[in-house]
C-alpha cells in the first residue's frame, strides 16, 4: 500500500509541474501593442485641448487633429479587441491540452506498470540484492566473481590481466604481482604489466627497488623507452644504493620529462637536490649571463658539473672516483691563484665532505676563514654553509 501512495503522490507531483505554468493566473500580462497605442492616442486627445487653452494652437487645427486622433483610436480600439479574443482563444486550448496531460499521464503510466511491472512482487533488501546478483554488490563483488572463474580457469591471460591493475590500486600487491606474473607468463610482456609488476614487487618490499622489480622495470623500458613510471623507480633504486653520481642525471631525465603536475614530481625533485649534495654538482643549471650593458657575470667556479657527473656515471667505480678526486684537487688548485670566490669555497668543502675527507673539508674551511673575515657578508655564508654541512674547520689554518 505504501508503494501506491508513493507513486501517487510523486505522479500528481510531476504532472502539476508540467501543466501549472498553463493553468496559473495570468494576472500580470503584457498588453498587446494595440492597448498601448490606445493608451498614447487618449493622452494626445487630452494635450490638445490644453495647447488650445495656451493659445499653441488654433481651434481650427485643434479639431483637424482630434478628428485624426479619433480616427487611429477606433482602429487600435479594433485591434486591441481582437487581439484579447485570440489570447482567450489560445489559453483555452492550452487549458484543455493540459487536462488531458493531467488524467492521460498517471492513466498511462498505470497501465504501463500493470502490464510490465510487478506489483505483487515484495521488498528485496540491499543485502540480499547484493548475494543474488554480484554486479549489484560493486567492486567487491566484482572480483570475488572474477577470482572465482580464474579458480576454475586458472589459464584465463586476460582475467589475470584485468584484476592485476584492480589489486595494485586497492593496495593489495601480493594479489597484483601474482597476477602480473600470471598475465606475463600467459599473454606474453608489455610495458605496462612488467611496469606493473615492478610497483607492485616494490611495494611488497615496504617502497626497496628489489632485483626482481629492478628487472622489471628495465624490461618495460626496453619495451618502452618513455614509460615515466619505470625510469622513476630505476632513478630511485640508483638513490637507494648510494650510486649518486648515476643517480642525479637519472633523476635530473625524469623532472625534465614529466609534466609539472605529475604526482611524484615533489619527491623527484627532492632526489634530485640530494643527490647533487651528495656528488658536489648543482642541484640546477648554471644561470645565464646577464644580457644587460655593464652587467658582472657572477663567478664560476670549475668543479664536477652535470654533463661531467653523468660521464663519469659510465667509468668503473675506482676510476670514477679517481676522476671526481681530480676535478676537485683542480678546483683547490684555482682558488689557491683565485682566493676571492666564495661559492668555489663552498663548493670545494662540500665536494671534501661528500668524499668523506673531513680533514680536507676543514682546512678548506679555515682557508676560507683566513680570506673573508667572519664579519664579511661572504664569511658569514661560508661558515652557514659549512655549518650545516657538520664542517667546524678544527685544526690548524693554511695559506692558500
Do not use: C
Not at 501593442?33 to 490644453?50: I, K, M, N, P, S
Not at 629492478?214 to 626496453?222: D, G, T, W, Y
Not at 682557508?367 to 650545516?388: C, K, L, N, V, Y
Request: no cysteine; proline share 7%; charged share 25%.
Amino acid at each position: 500500500m505504501l508503494f501506491w501512495v508513493v507513486a501517487a503522490s510523486l505522479t500528481a507531483i510531476v504532472t502539476l509541474a508540467a501543466v501549472w505554468p498553463v493553468l496559473r493566473p495570468r494576472t500580470g500580462a503584457t498588453p498587446v501593442r494595440a492597448e498601448h497605442d490606445l493608451e498614447v492616442y487618449r493622452a494626445q486627445l487630452g494635450e490638445l485641448d490644453g495647447d488650445v487653452a495656451r493659445g499653441a494652437l488654433r481651434s481650427e487645427d485643434a479639431q483637424t487633429a482630434r478628428a485624426e486622433i479619433g480616427r487611429r483610436l477606433l482602429r487600435a480600439a479594433e485591434q486591441a479587441e481582437g487581439a484579447r479574443a485570440r489570447a482567450g482563444a489560445r489559453r483555452g486550448g492550452l487549458i484543455a491540452v493540459a487536462v488531458v496531460v493531467a488524467v492521460a499521464v498517471p492513466a498511462l503510466s498505470l497501465a504501463v506498470y500493470g502490464t510490465l511491472g510487478s506489483p505483487a512482487m515484495p521488498d528485496l533488501p540491499l543485502e540480499a540484492r547484493a548475494g543474488s546478483d554480484p554486479s549489484a554488490g560493486g567492486m567487491t563483488a566484482l572480483i570475488a566473481q572474477a577470482e572465482e572463474r580464474l579458480k576454475q580457469a586458472p589459464d584465463d591471460g586476460r582475467g589475470w590481466d584485468v584484476l592485476a591493475p584492480i589489486y595494485l590500486r586497492l593496495s593489495r600487491y601480493e594479489d597484483a604481482a601474482k597476477a602480473y606474473r600470471n598475465a606475463i607468463r600467459l599473454l606474453g610482456s608489455s610495458a605496462a604489466r612488467e611496469a606493473g609488476l615492478g610497483q607492485a614487487a616494490t611495494e611488497i618490499a615496504g617502497g626497496e627497488v628489489t632485483q626482481e622489480a629492478k628487472s622489471a622495470f628495465e624490461r618495460a623500458l626496453a619495451l618502452d623507452p618513455t614509460l615515466l613510471q619505470a625510469r622513476f623507480f630505476l632513478a630511485l633504486d640508483l638513490s637507494q644504493e648510494a650510486r649518486y653520481a648515476e643517480a642525479l642525471p637519472a633523476w635530473r631525465q625524469v623532472v625534465a620529462d614529466s609534466p609539472p603536475n605529475a604526482p611524484w614530481m615533489a619527491m623527484a625533485k627532492a632526489a634530485v637536490a640530494d643527490a647533487a649534495q651528495r656528488t658536489g654538482a648543482p642541484a640546477l643549471a648554471e644561470a645565464a649571463p646577464d644580457p644587460r650593458p655593464g652587467a658582472i657575470e657572477a663567478p664560476t667556479s670549475p668543479g664536477p658539473d652535470a654533463d661531467q657527473v653523468a660521464a663519469a656515471s659510465q667509468l668503473s667505480s675506482g676510476d670514477r672516483q679517481a676522476m671526481i678526486e681530480g676535478m676537485v684537487a683542480q678546483l683547490a688548485e684555482r682558488l689557491k691563484s683565485d682566493p676571492k670566490d666564495a661559492e668555489g669555497w663552498k663548493k670545494l668543502i662540500r665536494s671534501y665532505n661528500v668524499l668523506g675527507q673531513p680533514d680536507a673539508a676543514n682546512a678548506a674551511l679555515r682557508d676560507a676563514q683566513a680570506t673573508f673575515p667572519p664579519e664579511s657578508p661572504e664569511g658569514t655564508d661560508i661558515a652557514t654553509f659549512a655549518r650545516d654541512l657538520g664542517v667546524t674547520g678544527a685544526g690548524e689554518t693554511r695559506t692558500p
